[in-house]
């Protein structure tokens, strides 16, 4: 079974920009998470979707947005780019998002603001 | 809400020597608690958790973790240490806050094994 998969893999973009990150998640899977991760902050959590609903939100502004669609993959949009945005964006997969469930993560998608 | 620690930056160990990885954690309710790796430009890879049961969990590539509830530890753990096992180490709860549905991640502990 194929793992979770992220595109673009590295992207550099500039302030001001917006930008949107794709993750496909594992085949039966219906709740994607997306984390972001710097060396300052660690590893942090941005949003959930579950049957295309946004069902958890992390404590980031409202540059930060998301989407699923109906066959659970995953976009994740940052607009008007700050330089803190660069980071490594990670995008995880489970079956339902439950609390017992083991999440699978993707590569990772490497944005770098200039 | 909840929280992990993981109170070492750095953890060197010589190939063939046993290793530990530590984290502690502080929850509300029943404590989900996970181990991930990350090697470098590579996601998160999942080696063990424990959810409830015995103490002792195994997991892959050797790992196992000790869960701890009086000393609100989960300690990583493994026999004998190979080079390959240089990585990123990261301790996770579930965020009950949150209803469950992600994760609360420790700052990471970087093993290096030494041939």
């Known amino acids: 079974k194929a793992g979770v998969t992220q595109t673009p893999r590295y992207l550099i973009k500039t302030r001001g920009q917006q930008v949107t990150l794709s993750c496909s998640p594992i085949?039966?899977?219906?709740?994607v998470s997306w984390y972001q991760q710097t060396p300052g902050q660690g590893l942090q959590f941005l949003f959930e979707y579950f049957s295309e609903t946004q069902r958890n939100k992390g404590n980031f502004p409202g540059r930060f947005s998301g989407r699923q669609f109906s066959n659970s993959r995953s976009e994740m949009n940052v607009s008007t780019l700050e330089l803190g945005d660069s980071a490594l964006y990670l995008c995880?997969?489970?079956?339902?998002?439950?609390?017992?469930?083991?999440?699978?993560f993707g590569p990772g998608t490497r944005l770098l603001v200039l | 809400a909840q929280s992990v620690a993981q109170p070492e930056d750095q953890v060197n160990v010589a190939e063939g020597n046993p290793l530990t990885v530590k984290c502690t954690y502080s929850?509300?309710?029943?404590?989900?608690l996970f181990w991930y790796v990350q090697y470098p430009n590579r996601g998160l890879q999942f080696l063990l958790k424990?959810?409830?049961?015995?103490?002792l969990v195994k997991g892959s590539y050797g790992f196992e973790a000790e869960f701890n509830k009086s000393q609100t530890s989960f300690h990583l753990k493994k026999p004998s240490a190979l080079v390959s096992d240089s990585a990123l180490y990261f301790c996770a709860v579930r965020d009950w806050d949150n209803y469950g549905q992600n994760f609360v991640f420790g700052p990471g502990t970087r093993l290096s094994v030494l041939p």
């Open positions: 424990y959810i409830t049961g015995d103490n």
């Open positions: 995880a997969s489970s079956l339902a998002g439950t609390s017992q469930e083991t999440q699978y």
């Open positions: 929850v509300s309710g029943n404590p989900y």
């Open positions: 085949s039966g899977h219906r709740s």
